[in-house]
């Protein structure tokens, strides 16, 4: 009989929050464009096609959280990913998803509110 294996309640509330941070649309979204690049708020913008005000929110908690870095450069702030494991996290669902992306698609347990009939 295999042991019972207890989870730190804390460490899973940590993981759970970081994931949080890729759940959200906008936020995936900022970050799936930070993989080309260090990018402004404005190219960030126009790569997302997010509104300027709902980047620089989801722009400000990516930061707060760790997971994106600010530089300016003149009279512009360049956004990037942290650390390269992020990408790598990206690039890993990826490739996850193209092997169960149906049954993601299909899951009705996880749907979001807009993905609802």
Known sequence: MAALIQANPTALALKAKLFRG???RSRLAILESLR???RT???IVQATGLSQP???NHLQCLWD???VQRERDGRFVRYRLTDPRVDALLGLA???LAEVARGVYQCTRYAEQE???
């Open 36 to 38: 080309e690049g260090p």
């Open 41 to 43: 708020v404005g190219e």
């Open 22 to 24: 890729f759940a959200d």
């Open 65 to 67: 959280c760790g997971l």
């Open 54 to 56: 709902n980047v620089s």
């Open 94 to 96: 990826d490739r996850i």
């Open 115 to 117: 993905d609802a009939p």
